[in-house]
């Protein structure tokens, strides 16, 4: 059974206070970095895989995408998005990403914000997004970075003042499920390694574009804890082509 916890009242509410789910893009840190590394949207068909709010189907719509399916296991989220939504184009479907289904070369762009590392098998992941995207067509995906998934609780160590120390990495080479904390909670994550992250992407099919640890913007430095940001990259942006010939 997948996990969802976004469907459990408790968490969804905390989520809902996130900075990221009341301001949207603007609000989320990585934004500034990955709106760069975005390919250009114009008659695309794009696929969000875990879209959550539906921030980044209606920005590729924006940007005059041709349609946009977003994919998202909770209801909740899936709730959300369509009140957000204004653009008819945009077909919203609940279903564990892992799951999805469409034909061979159907999209143009498929995309993922700080989903991947809630699934098991990342490789046959990969190789069904392979198959669903176009030649040419473009993966762009954000995760937790591997530092930052290594030690399960992913909190930092402090000293007897409460003050943090530093950030620990533990464990790294062993990759598998986490028993992580998030908004309180405890959620289930998968760690793997940069290598496995980039390698699995190479040896099925694609060639990697960019590969960024997205820092803080500096309007943002002044928000609560987000200096800390810049003592361990906690996020990981990765774009990649699904190469043109067979």
Known sequence: MKENKYDDPRFFQKYSQ???????????????TLKKLLPDFKNKR????????????????????????????????????KEKTPFPQVEYRCCAMEDVAFPEESFDVILS???????????NLIKKIYRMLKF????????EHPVFTANGPQDWYYNEKGEILHFPVDNYFYEGKRAA??????????HRTLTTYLNTLL????????????????HMMDLPGMKEEMRRPMMLIVSARKITER
């Open 181 to 190: 904390v998030f908004l309180g909670e405890k959620v289930t994550k998968y």
């Open 46 to 81: 794009v696929l969000d895989l875990g879209c959550g709010y539906g921030w980044h189907c209606i920005y590729a719509m924006e940007q005059g995408a041709s349609s946009v399916v977003g994919v998202d296991i909770s209801q909740n989220m899936l709730a959300v998005a």
């Open 113 to 123: 914000s700080l989903a991947f590392h809630y699934v098991a098998d990342y490789e």
């Open 136 to 143: 040419g067509g473009e993966l762009i995906f954000t995760v």
């Open 203 to 218: 040896a099925n099919g694609f060639v990697i574009q960019h590969i960024v640890e997205p820092m803080p913007p500096e």
């Open 18 to 32: 996130m900075s990221r789910s009341q301001r949207g893009l603007a609000g989320a840190l990585e934004w500034e």
